[in-house]
């Protein structure tokens, strides 16, 4: 047996359950943790040179956790707010694929509140009202965002009053 699959073998025996409610905690969901787990050790034992030092294993298995765990959830987060700009756009339309890029960057300066209050109003169809029980703040709040995510759209898409009427 090689010294690495020893090691192993002891960490699991003697801190398997540990790592697993480590992994629990982070995420707080079983079948993820056991993935966040598996993967973690997957990681450090993936490796040529490590020791066999039970408590330096368990301190770096668990690092590697945290550390797959925050990545994680960095990932989802950067997906989650760019996700919706993924949209299926005809090829056959330029001048249409055109504006929906240009819309596409000018969303793209707005504020995340901003943004959001444009979104749920234009593309959910939301009412003011609406948006602010969905973000959990004043309806004043959102015209406040929507009337600046305008004003800034129009300047970036070169909107001008006489073009709205």
Not at 12 to 29: C, K, P, V
Not at 58 to 80: G, I
Not at 108 to 133: F, G, K, N, W
């Amino acid at each position: 047996m090689a010294d690495w699959e020893r090691a192993f073998r002891t960490l699991l025996a003697t801190r398997g359950g540990a790592l697993r409610s480590y992994a629990y905690l982070l995420t707080g969901d079983p079948t993820t943790a056991a993935d966040l787990v598996q993967e973690a050790l997957t990681r450090v034992f993936g490796r040529r040179r490590i020791g066999e030092d039970i408590d330096q294993l368990e301190a770096y298995v668990r690092r590697a956790m945290l550390n797959q765990y925050v990545d994680s959830r960095r990932r989802l987060k950067r997906w989650n707010a760019t996700r919706h700009l993924l949209v299926d756009v005809p090829h056959h339309d330029d001048d249409r694929v055109a504006v929906a890029d240009e819309v596409r960057r000018g969303l793209a300066t707005l504020s995340p509140r901003q943004r959001a209050c444009v979104v749920l109003r234009y593309y959910e169809d939301l009412t003011v009202a609406e948006i602010a029980d969905e973000l959990g703040c004043a309806e004043g709040t959102v015209k406040r965002h929507l009337a600046d995510a305008r004003a800034k759209l129009a300047v970036q898409l070169g909107i001008t009053e006489e073009s709205t009427q």
